[in-house]
């Protein structure tokens, strides 16, 4: 009889003692989930929303709140510009000198607690001529605005910065 209760208690907690999973990026995903990881470290809350085939669904254009003026990290004649809209999603990014703005399709977001501010990250494809050009992570602490572009046709990498100087979070584009 002590037996099957140590059977039992065994199987019970090999089923109640999993590790948490370590926040992987993949664009290439079709998840849609909602969960939140804790690590010793901080809370993270990582939302997903489904990806769209890239058509008019994906592409709804909200009303712009406003716009945030970056500078490359390593060019400074290089600057972007990303439009928000009221609730802080990216809607378009327009580098300087390009005639149009490329539409920004969000992926997904995490948030993590911790510090003197949480940290938001958020995840967006950048659709051109419907197709998937390239991916964006902006992340967002404090007064501090950070991007990473990788273009999609050779994974190159870019990084840009928040310029403080250009009327941050301002209700017209920089350029």
């Not at 995903?29 to 669904?57: F, Y």
């Amino acid at each position: 009889m002590k037996l099957k209760y140590i059977i039992f208690a065994s199987v019970l907690s090999l089923f109640s003692c999993k590790e948490a999973q370590k926040n992987t990026t993949d664009f290439n995903k079709k998840e849609e989930s909602i969960s939140v990881n804790k690590t010793t470290a901080s809370d993270t809350l990582e939302k997903k929303e489904p990806e769209n085939s890239i058509g008019t669904d994906a592409l709804k254009k909200d009303a712009v709140d406003h716009y945030i003026c970056y500078k490359d990290d390593k060019k400074a004649e290089r600057v972007i510009w990303i439009s928000f809209t009221e609730k802080s999603r990216a809607i378009q990014v327009k580098y300087k000198g390009q005639n149009t703005a490329i539409d920004l399709v969000f992926v997904k977001e995490e948030f993590i607690k911790g510090g003197a501010h949480p940290t938001i990250i958020t995840y967006y494809n950048e659709i051109h001529d419907g197709k998937l050009n390239g991916e964006y992570k902006l992340t967002h602490s404090g007064n501090w605005d950070y991007v990473k572009y990788i273009r999609g046709k050779d994974g190159k990498k870019f990084n840009f910065t928040i310029d403080h100087n250009s009327n941050s979070y301002r209700k017209s584009s920089c350029f």
